[in-house]
């Protein structure tokens, strides 16, 4: 589909060519995209600039995740959907290769544990050897891959799709590999999960994208519940909580994306300080009482804090809530190939303002792109279904099977220093030990 920006329309349709997928890091000080000729990772702690901290070279990579600010990067080629490549991108080389059954929908991954989603399997992977520590066999049928997984790595939670026609949750404790509780959070299947930095929420939207729902995590208690919109039905592709858990985002394949704030109303305050508004709150809290469950709940839901209007519609995207140069943000990275950044007011909310745009791609890498659509070779076999956008696949040769230990941190930590705590390290982790991970080659499962 066509940007809503006729002036770029020829623009949008070359980028959307080049541009495959787009995933932000775990503290959202990075983007990373996967394009029909490699991937690149950029720095996103600055409004008025992107810096391209690094270029890899695999042809149509569909998955491309960095680890927090560290040299470690996951890459999955559509030429080889079976093959999850780990780089160390700093060093140019690759610290191992793991090969599966099927094709690799999604991979998620923290300072302990590295997951691996197929249709129908999971596979928890210890990122400090790479070893793996837990197949989960069949699973309910996940043709997307959904997953989350905390960020926090002394709990390390997994949430994944409990079935395919329902909208039930499994948490799964990944670092003592044991299930934790099965939430039945929607009545249509799922379509998106997150996690809050501390992994204790757990956010959740049907296929509908209709409603929003928080729970507490691992107790599987509803906390709060947003309504999107009415009028029609859209597909949540990302859902992102801020730093401090007190907003979450949502995006679609419209052209609106929406901000909500975690806040409990105390009666309290409405007694201290009556007004007409709280008053109309508690006639229709009282008259709720005696309407259909349906409608009830309804008047129960909290609308969006905040809202974008983006100028496109029906493109894939993501959102992030960020804080840039000690401000909130709210970073959306689409297929038009653009990264869009917006201020947010975290008291007034409404309507954000659109503060900076910037380009993933330039125009030279545009018509290069052109030029190879216009000319393909072989076709290779793409993945039954991606994890979040895909383009047809040109042949290619498999990357460097070259074996390297190890990866170091780009920003923060040096060899043998501990992780700043707000990355919830529990002890000292030298992210620069040539130790950390031993040496091995390809392995299957």
């Not at 890899?56 to 093959?83: A, K, N, Q, W």
């Not at 997984?149 to 395919?164: E, K």
């Not at 507490?216 to 208690?221: D, F, K, L, R, Y």
């Not at 109303?265 to 009482?289: I, L, R």
Request: one cysteine or more; glycine letters at 6%; proline letters at 5%.
């Amino acid at each position: 589909m066509e940007s809503q920006e006729p002036q770029d329309a020829t623009d949008g349709t070359d980028l959307q060519r080049a541009f495959i997928c787009a995933s932000f890091n775990q503290d959202t000080t990075s983007l990373s995209v996967g394009t029909k000729t490699g991937y690149r990772l950029f720095s996103v702690t600055a409004v008025d600039k992107l810096d391209c901290i690094h270029e890899g070279e695999c042809p149509d990579v569909y998955i491309v995740e960095r680890l927090f600010s560290s040299s470690l990067v996951v890459v999955v080629s559509l030429s080889m959907p079976r093959r999850m490549n780990v780089y160390h991108f700093k060093k140019g080389t690759e610290i191992c290769n793991y090969s599966y059954s099927n094709n690799i929908l999604s991979v998620r991954l923290n300072r302990q544990r590295l997951v691996v989603c197929l249709e129908e399997s999971v596979y928890i992977h210890n990122i400090k050897d790479m070893k793996l520590l837990k197949t989960l066999l069949n699973t309910p049928t996940n043709p997307t891959g959904l997953c989350a997984l905390s960020v926090n790595h002394s709990n390390s939670y997994l949430a994944y799709p409990g079935s395919a026609t329902i909208g039930e949750i499994t948490v799964y404790d990944a670092n003592n590999l044991s299930t934790l509780t099965l939430i039945q959070a929607h009545d249509s299947p799922l379509a998106a999960l997150t996690f809050n930095g501390s992994g204790t929420k757990l956010a959740s939207a049907s296929e509908k994208g209709t409603v929003i729902r928080v729970f507490s995590v691992p107790e599987g208690q509803r906390l709060f519940e947003f309504r999107r919109g009415m009028k029609r039905y859209v597909s949540i592709s990302s859902l992102s909580f801020s730093a401090d858990a007190q907003f979450l985002c949502a995006s679609s394949n419209t052209e609106t994306v929406h901000i909500f704030k975690l806040e409990q109303h105390s009666p309290s305050q409405d007694e201290e300080s009556p007004t007409w508004s709280a008053y109309m709150g508690k006639m229709f809290t009282a008259a709720s009482t005696y309407l259909p469950t349906q409608v009830s709940d309804m008047m129960h839901q909290d609308r969006a804090f905040a809202t974008v209007r983006l100028n496109m519609f029906g493109l894939k995207n993501i959102s992030a809530l960020a804080t840039i140069q000690k401000l909130p943000r709210l970073l959306v990275a689409s297929s038009d190939g653009c990264l869009y950044i917006y201020n947010v007011d975290p008291q007034d909310g409404g309507e954000c303002v659109l503060i900076q745009k910037h380009r993933l791609f330039d125009s030279s890498e545009e018509q290069v792109e052109q030029k190879e659509e216009e000319n393909p070779e072989d076709d290779s076999p793409q993945p039954a279904s991606q994890s979040y956008a895909a383009t047809v696949a040109l042949a290619s040769t498999p990357p460097s099977s070259t074996t390297l230990m190890g990866y170091s941190e780009e920003a923060g930590a040096q060899k043998g220093e501990v992780i700043p705590e707000h990355e919830f390290a529990e002890g000292p982790v030298c992210l620069d030990d040539e130790n950390e991970f031993p040496p091995f080659g390809n392995q299957s499962n």
